[in-house]
């Protein structure tokens, strides 16, 4: 059959999302790799560090998710010939969702049976399965549940090409994803470009994500000797394939939740497969620029087990191997101003022999290259990366819509093909505000409308404080904002407490009280951030992140007793209740605090995130405490898999 694209709707069960946080991330989210130490050698050059974000402003968080399941219809965008049907889903980042060899009728990819939000990426909200593109700061995707613009094209000799942009707020970046396949083969296209139009240099990150099944007596292949990790405290390269007794290729023997990013040679094929005990599995490989590889395994214990479980209904276990521009993901790479990078990535199917994955690491990706004649195929996609440049820079055919954040930055030449539009009413008056300098000035009581003030437009901002938004508390609310992107604390309290002056709004309670917590002054930002809460006795996400910033500030009498005020179904929000219960055991109420603990079969965080022990904790020192002995956390608290 000749290749083709539709678009469609499948069904899934799906939890609500829900809306994003009423606030901005100012605090962020706990991101592993942004707290490491290293022991490296002075040529490993992997940017250790560079480009780190302490939050996700401009973003909001999606905290407000729960985990009861419903069956939703889901966008779909599904290319297919006599090889392969690559399904992917425009509304969830672009996510490839399913890779079917229909040759073998499998699925090369482990994609979930529930879209099933957890608290793993920059904005909190993420799920498991398919792949994940990954752009702009280090962890997961600001735009990992956003729906991106989606518009078909095609190559020259007429093959459909589905085309995804956006536009990353963040980094302030476009970038698109062209995917196709070829009548004769049986490898996916995937044609990705990041266009750095500003006069700066910029931190970039990228990682493809794939997901892929956790299989019984499985092997990772992949042509390198060493590996960067984390071990005993701190980041170190360590040689392959035995790390600390076991033969990490064989994921199954992995005991945590660990990271390896293997460390290619310059001049070998970039590549990496995972590949089950019949010696079938899937094969990704791209061109130089995508240079690095990763092997993600949650581990093999309690915790480990207990994350498989809480990501998933009945899809089974699953491991990530990656593709990145950098070495690793501990720090972002410069980017160079009006530069385009483009690079091309292959998914397909790769089937050995069992002799040849009965060889030992070496001299199975030594065979393993040369049988499946890799060299060749990395030439043909440099190539084929250059031929099909004229179509990754003509226009498209828009399908869906994306954000209209790309339309308010004025696009250069090597973007003005792609599409974007302010379809928001808010962005309008954001729009009119960068025209005419007069910022719109809502009603104290309404959620912020946008976030667009950063260090690159606060000096515009400043200006029209002069006259035209001299006596507007939501000018000086963004003005605060934007000092504390810039870390000018003292400035952005000045700023905070203008807007308060003009009007009292829980909104600059709010920032107001992160800048008092960064400055260490926690009973001044617990008194802040309780005068918000009071004026958002209804807004769920406000309350949220006021028991957050109590619980830091270590405010317990004062999270206790806004807690018993509230009504039932908020005392239940588990997040909330969780930190009434910690102030509880802190206060001496060990037996309340216990009992509320272990209510109705357990609390159960919807949202706790990786790699947070916190419950499992509490549990071990409210036990201790009661009975006077030392014990391992019950399964259903225990989240530590690292």
């Not at 507007?472 to 000092?483: F, I, P, R």
């Amino acid at each position: 059959m000749l290749p083709k694209l539709e678009f469609g709707k499948m069904k899934i069960r799906a939890a609500s999302l829900g809306e994003q946080s009423s606030v901005p991330d100012l605090l962020g989210e706990m991101i592993h790799q942004n707290h490491l130490k290293f022991r490296l050698e002075e040529n490993d050059e992997i940017y250790e560090g560079y480009g780190r974000r302490a939050n996700a402003y401009p973003y909001r968080q999606y905290n407000g998710y729960r985990r009861e399941l419903s069956e939703k219809e889901v966008r779909t965008a599904v290319l297919e010939n006599d090889y392969l049907r690559a399904v992917f889903l425009p509304g969830y980042g672009g996510r490839l969702w399913q890779l079917w060899d229909k040759k073998a009728d499998r699925n090369l990819l482990y994609t979930n049976d529930v879209l099933q939000f957890s608290n793993l990426a920059v904005r909190n909200a993420w799920f498991s399965g398919g792949v994940e593109w990954n752009i702009g700061v280090i962890g997961h995707t600001p735009l990992t549940t956003e729906p991106l613009y989606t518009a078909e094209t095609e190559l020259e000799s007429g093959v459909p090409v589905l085309r995804m942009y956006e536009y990353e707020r963040i980094r302030s970046v476009p970038y698109q994803m062209d995917f196709w396949l070829e009548e004769d083969s049986p490898f996916l296209n995937c044609r990705m470009r990041i266009a750095n139009e500003s006069n700066e240099v910029i931190p970039m990150y990228w990682w493809s994500n794939i997901a892929v099944e956790e299989y019984d007596n499985g092997r990772i292949i992949v042509p390198a000797e060493e590996a960067y990790t984390f071990a005993d405290g701190t980041v170190v390269k360590t040689s392959l394939p035995v790390v600390n007794g076991s033969d990490i290729t064989d994921y199954k023997r992995i005991e945590k939740s660990t990271d390896y990013f293997f460390e290619i040679a310059e001049k070998s094929p970039k590549y990496i497969a995972n590949i089950d005990e019949t010696g079938y599995g899937l094969l990704h490989i791209s061109t130089g620029r995508l240079k690095s590889r990763k092997l993600f395994s949650w581990g093999n214990n309690d915790a480990s087990d207990h994350w498989q479980e809480f990501l998933t209904d009945k899809a089974g276990r699953y491991i990530e191997i990656q593709a990145g521009l950098a070495k690793t993901q501990y720090g972002c790479i410069p980017m160079a101003p009006h530069t385009a990078w483009e690079w091309m990535e292959r998914y397909g199917a790769a089937q050995i022999s069992t002799e040849l994955l009965n060889q030992n690491h070496w001299e199975r990706a030594r065979h393993f290259t040369k049988e499946l004649d890799i060299g060749s195929a990395w030439d043909a996609m440099e190539q084929k990366l250059a031929d099909t440049k004229s179509m990754a820079r003509g226009r498209a055919k828009l399908v869906f819509e994306g954000s209209g954040y790309g339309a308010l930055k004025k696009q250069g030449r090597m973007t003005e093909h792609l599409e974007f539009a302010v379809k928001e009413e808010s962005l309008e008056k954001w729009t009119e505000f960068f025209d005419t300098s007069i910022l719109h000035c809502p009603d104290p009581s309404q959620r912020p409308d946008e976030f667009l003030i950063d260090e690159t437009n606060i000096t515009f901002l400043k200006e029209s404080m002069k006259d035209k938004n001299a006596g507007n508390w939501y000018a000086y609310y963004h003005m605060g904002l934007g000092y504390f992107t810039e870390g000018k604390y003292k400035k952005a309290k000045k700023a905070l407490k203008k807007s308060l002056a003009l009007a009292e709004n829980p909104w600059a309670y709010h920032a107001l009280s992160c800048v008092r917590l960064i400055q260490n002054k926690t009973a001044q930002a617990a008194e802040d951030i309780v005068k918000g809460m009071e004026m958002r006795r209804q807004d769920n996400s406000y309350l949220k992140e006021g028991f957050r910033i109590l619980s830091v500030c270590g405010a317990d009498r004062a999270l206790c007793d806004f807690y018993e005020t509230m009504d039932t179904e908020q005392k239940n929000i588990s997040k909330v209740r969780f930190h009434y219960i910690s102030s509880l055991h802190r206060m001496g109420k060990d037996k309340e605090a216990y009992g509320l603990l272990e209510e109705n079969g357990g609390l159960e965080i919807e949202d706790i995130r990786e790699g947070e022990d916190s419950v499992a904790q509490l549990w071990s020192e409210l036990y201790q405490g009661l009975y006077g002995e030392k014990k391992r956390a019950p399964h259903k608290y225990n989240f530590k898999a690292y």
